[in-house]
């Protein structure tokens, strides 16, 4: 059993048993057929609709969807996360990381922020350049920048501190 909440801010609760599902305690019938990597098209019901698939983040559970052209969020909650906010045991898994480390080796183009500034999530941190491509990295979190690990124009191996928040 999963619980969907939607961008909307509704409720679902999603069960599948076999080759069908239920959505609310009501059976539903589908046809799903691939079109690309993430691109789907679905009958469901007697409804047509295309989805495509623009990210999934595990750590939040959520899916950000196109459907039909319209963006979506879903937040998908299994049994056992239901579970554990049922005892108040959810925030006890949540972990506050306060590292940037590489996530692969390259070298430092541009550092964006300086020790005291104030970041929000999904705020550009630094660049990253890694196989010819240049990659932002992103505060995952809003936080303060303790202090900046590394310099520009310096290589990196994977897993290296770049950048403490706090």
Known sequence: MLQVKTTAEKTYTVEFKGERFWVDGQAM???????????YHALIG??????????????????????????????????????????????????KQNDIKAP?????????????????????????EAMKMENIIKSHADAVVQKVCIEEKTAVEKGQVLINLS
Do not use: C, F
């Open 104 to 128: 692969m080796p390259g070298m430092v183009l541009r550092i964006m922020v300086a020790a005291g500034d104030s970041v929000k999530k999904g705020d550009p941190l630094l660049v990253l």
């Open 46 to 95: 007697h409804r047509s609709v295309t989805l495509e698939l623009i990210s999934r983040n595990e750590a939040d559970k959520t899916i950000e969807l196109m459907v039909n052209g319209i963006k979506q969020t879903l937040e998908v909650k299994d049994q056992y996360d239901l579970l554990l906010k049922a005892l108040n045991l959810d925030k006890l898994t949540e972990t």
């Open 29 to 39: 019938e589908s046809d799903l057929i691939r079109l690309s990597a993430n691109k």
